[in-house]
C-alpha cells in the first residue's frame, strides 16, 4: 500500500473535508495502487479515486475497458466503480483461464454507472457523504468537477485539493519508500553503463542513448536525460548533441526515470582521462557541500536552513562566487515532490521525507559539474538511497 | 511550425476571444514549438504560451532555468519571457561557444518578472489585451489562474480554452503531419523488430521488452505497450507476462509511442505457426472492417458513420456477433485527439484530419485480434502514414 493513511485522515481533518477526490494518475495510484503506462498518452483520462474520512480505503472510478488493467495491476480497492461500455465476446469463456474468469467476474459484479460523473456522484452517495465536504484534487480535472458534484449532490460542498495530495504524500509510507528504491536502482545502473559509455572519439548522443537505452532494458522510463560535455555541460537542461567528448572534459549527468510509477533523479560528473585541477577543486567543494548537507539532515531540521549550509560549505571549499536557487527537492510518485530545499520552504523535516538533495555548478565557456542523490530521512539522520560513489568519476 | 493559425484564429473569433493562453506540455508545444522530456516528471510545471488573435504568434513563458532549452529547440517565438532566479557563473564567458553566447544573449535581453503569473500578466497587458476577453487552458492549472489573471487585471475576463485548443488541433497542419510521419516511422519499426522476436519458447515478456527497446534505440518513448499471447491477448489493457508463447496462438499487439512531442498508435496481430481457421477467418473480417473504413473516409463524411459502417462490414465478413464502442480516434500531440469514431461524434472529416482506424475483437478463452493504423484526411479520400502489411503476420 502506497498511502500514508494517518497523515491523510490527519489533513482532511485539519481541512474539514469528509472525502478526497484523486483526478491525476499520480494521485489515483497512491490512493489505488492503479498506474498504467498509457496515462502518459491521455492529457485526461476520466480515471478517479475516492477515500472518505472514515476508514480511507479507496473507491476507483474506471471505465469498463480498464477493468483487466485494474486486475494486472497491484491495487487495493474497495469497490471498483466501472462506466460506459466495453464488448468481449463470451463466446470461449468456458476455456477461459484464471485471468479472464477474475475479469468477467469483475466486470460483472461491480456497479455500472453511464458515465464516469455518475460513477463518482453514486460513489459519494453510497459512502455517505453526499452531504459532505469534499476535496477534489484539480490536477487532472478539465470539466469542472467540483461544480458538477456540488450540482448533482445539493448539499455537497467541493474544494481544491491538489496541494493537500501534496501535503500528505510529503511523508512517505514503506511501501513508497520500496518503490523509489527501485527507480533509484534502474537509474543508476544506467548511470553506471552510461559514465563507462566514455571514451575518446565517441559522443554525447551515444552516452545519452546508453542511459535511455539501459533504463529501458531494466523496464524503466526515461524522464531526465541531461548529458552534457565540455562547456556544454554548462547548460542546465542540456541535450545531448553531437559533440565528441575530448580528454580532459567534464560530462555533467543529471538523469532520472519512472519505475513502478516512482520517481528517480540524480547527478554525477565523470572526466574523460585527467582532469584539470580547477574541474577537482571545484566539483570536490560541490561534494563537499552536498554531503554536509546529508550529514545534517535529521527530523527537526528546516528545509530552507540546508539550502544555506549547503552553499555556504561549497563557498567554503573551494567555489566562493558559489549561488544557487535550491539544493534540491522531495522525490515520490511526482519528480518534484515538496518541500523545497530552498529558502523560502520552512517544512520541518520528518522520518520518511524522501529527498533528491543537490549542488550543480554551471559556468558557460568553462564546463558543468554537479552531484545529486536520493536519501530519506531516518528517525536520526538520513539513509542514503542512491549508492553509487560520491566522487568525480574518471574514465 | 505546428499551430494552425487560420483555425485557431477562426475558433477564437467564433468564441469572442482575444488571447489564448496555454498551461499543457502539448498545448504550449503546439503555439511555440517548446517540447521537453522533463515535463513528463513534472505534473504541474509553470510553463505558459500566449497567442493573441492580430496575430498568432506566441510568447513564450518560462522560468530562467529553462532558458537553455528554449533556445535548443525549434521554437518559434515572438517573445522570451523570463521569471525567477536562476545563476550561471559567468567567470568563463568570453570562453563560451555560440550556443553560451545564444542563451546569456536571451537571459540579458528578455523582459524578466519575479513569478510566472507576473510575467504571464505583464504580457497580456503589453500585448494590448488587458482588458479583453481571453480562454485559459486549464488542463494544467492548478492555481486557478484565470481568477488570477483577472485580480491582476481589472477588466479581463477569461474562459476555459483546453476543448478550443483540442478544437483547433483536430485539423493537421504540414508541420504536425511530418512529425506524425516520423512518430509512426519509430513506432511500426519497433513493432516490426518485436513481432520478429516472436519464437517457440519466447515469453510475451521479451517480445514487449523488443518493441519497448527498440522505441528507445530509436529516439522514441513508448506510451503503450500491449503485449498478449492466446487467450491473454483478450485483455485490452494486456502487460506482457511470463506466459511462453505456443505454436497457432495469436499474439496482439497494441503499441505506441511519442517521438518529437508527437505520438503514434497501431495494432497487427501474429501468429507463431499456422493460424487456426478461426483465428485467420476473424483477423479477416477485422481487416476487412478497417480497410472498408479508410476507403470511405473522405472530406464530408461523418466520423460517427464510419464507426456503423466498420462494425456492419466485420460482421458481414466472418465476426457476426461484432460490437465495438469506437473504431478510432484522432492522433497528433496528444495521443487522443479529436474526432472520435464513435457513434455520437458527428464531426465532419476535413483534410488534414488524422486518425488511428481500428477493429480490435477480444473473446477471453480464445484471443485478442487487432489491427490499427495511422492515416491523413487528404482531398480526396485518406493517406496510410503506417506502412506495414495490414494482414495476419505469420511468424
Redesign the interface.
Known amino acids: 500500500m502506497l498511502i500514508n493513511k494517518e497523515r491523510a485522515g490527519r489533513i482532511m481533518a485539519e481541512n474539514g473535508l469528509d472525502a478526497l477526490v484523486a483526478t ?1 494518475p ?1 494521485n489515483v495510484a497512491y490512493l489505488t495502487g492503479f498506474w ?3 496515462h ?5 483520462r476520466q480515471v478517479f479515486a475516492v477515500v472518505t474520512a472514515d476508514d480511507l480505503q479507496a473507491d476507483l472510478v474506471i471505465s469498463r ?2 477493468a ?2 485494474a486486475i ?1 495491476a497491484d491495487t487495493w480497492v474497495k469497490t471498483y466503480r466501472l462506466y ?14 484464471a ?2 474468469k477474475r ?2 467476474a469483475l466486470l460483472d459484479s461491480s456497479p455500472s454507472y453511464p458515465a464516469a460523473v455518475d460513477a463518482l456522484a453514486g460513489c459519494l452517495a453510497e459512502r455517505g457523504v453526499a452531504r459532505g465536504r469534499i476535496g477534489v484534487d ?2 487532472s ?2 470539466i ?1 468537477l467540483g461544480r458538477i458534484l456540488e450540482g448533482r449532490l445539493p448539499g455537497l460542498s467541493t474544494a ?1 485539493a ?2 493537500l495530495f501534496r501535503q500528505i504524500r510529503i511523508v512517505k509510507t514503506a511501501g513508497e519508500i520500496d518503490r523509489i528504491r527501485n527507480a533509484v536502482s534502474v537509474n543508476e545502473s544506467a548511470l553506471t553503463e552510461a559514465i563507462a559509455a566514455i571514451d575518446e572519439g565517441v559522443g554525447e548522443n551515444a552516452v545519452a ?1 546508453t542511459f ?2 539501459e ?3 531494466r ?1 524503466g ?5 541531461c548529458v552534457g560535455s565540455g ?2 555541460g ?6 545531448a548533441g553531437d559533440r565528441i567528448i575530448h580528454r580532459g572534459d567534464a560530462v555533467r549527468f543529471d538523469v ?1 526515470c ?1 519505475a513502478s510509477a516512482y ?1 528517480a ?1 540524480m547527478a554525477r560528473t565523470a572526466v574523460l582521462g585527467k582532469p584539470s585541477s580547477k574541474i577537482q577543486i571545484y566539483h570536490d567543494a560541490l561534494v563537499a557541500g552536498e554531503q554536509g548537507i546529508l550529514s545534517t539532515i535529521r527530523p527537526g531540521v528546516v528545509a530552507g536552513d540546508l539550502f544555506h549550509l549547503g552553499v555556504d560549505i561549497v563557498r567554503a571549499n573551494g567555489i566562493p ?1 558559489y ?3 535550491h539544493c534540491g527537492h522531495g522525490n515520490g510518485i ?3 515532490d515538496l518541500p523545497h530545499i530552498a529558502p523560502a520552504d520552512r517544512t520541518v523535516l520528518e522520518p520518511g521525507m524522501v529527498l533528491c538533495v543537490e549542488t550543480p ?6 564546463a558543468g559539474l554537479q552531484i545529486e542523490d536520493v536519501v530519506a530521512v531516518t528517525e536520526t539522520g538520513c539513509e542514503r538511497i542512491s549508492s553509487i560513489e560520491q566522487k568525480l568519476f574518471i574514465v
Chains 1, 2 share one sequence.
Open positions: 491525476t499520480e498504467i503506462l498509457t502518459l498518452r491521455h492529457r485526461v475497458g480498464l483487466d488493467a494486472a460506459g461500455n466495453f464488448y468481449f465476446s463470451t463466446a470461449s469463456l468456458d476455456n477461459g483461464d485471468e479472464a475479469l468477467m484539480q490536477g480535472d478539465t469542472g481544491p491538489y496541494d542513448a535511455f537505452n533504463v529501458a532494458r523496464g522510463l526515461p524522464t531526465l536525460v562547456p556544454r554548462a547548460l542546465p537542461n542540456v541535450t532520472g519512472i520517481h533523479d562566487h549561488e544557487r536557487n511526482e519528480g518534484y555548478y554551471y559556468e558557460p565557456g568553462f
